[in-house]
């Protein structure tokens, strides 16, 4: 079993910074491909970003070159760094913790992050 925990979330200026961090118990989270979603009021859960065990990264068109993930295993957390915030960014971000062999895939609860323009 494994527990995600969000935070970092805020209300910060359009070009601002905001750091999100997913933080997880259990041993299996350095197996796992964690990735960052996002939901906007009355819009479908999308991907943001995920990053492999050998962090390898993946990103969504609308945030390459101003977010960055990445992972501290030993931490068991995962980070992403967002930068050149735009008010379309606004919405819950949800972390989630993936991997086929052995299955398992889990949710964080979510932060809010609000860009004002």
């Known amino acids: 079993q494994v527990q995600l925990v969000e935070s970092g979330g805020g209300l910060v200026q359009a070009g601002g910074s905001l750091r999100l961090s997913c933080a997880a118990s259990?041993?299996?989270?350095?197996?796992?491909?964690v990735s960052w979603y996002r939901q906007a009021p009355g819009k479908q859960r999308e991907l943001v970003a995920s990053?492999?065990?050998?962090?390898?990264?993946n990103y969504a068109d609308f945030v390459k070159g101003r977010f960055t993930i990445s992972r501290d295993n030993a931490k068991n957390t995962v980070y992403l760094q967002m930068n050149s915030l735009k008010p379309e960014d606004t919405g819950v971000y949800y972390c989630n913790a993936d991997s086929r062999v052995p299955r398992f895939s889990f949710w964080g609860q979510g932060t809010q992050v609000t860009v004002s323009s």
């Open positions: 259990g041993s299996i989270f350095s197996i796992a491909t």
């Open positions: 990053i492999t065990s050998s962090s390898r990264t």
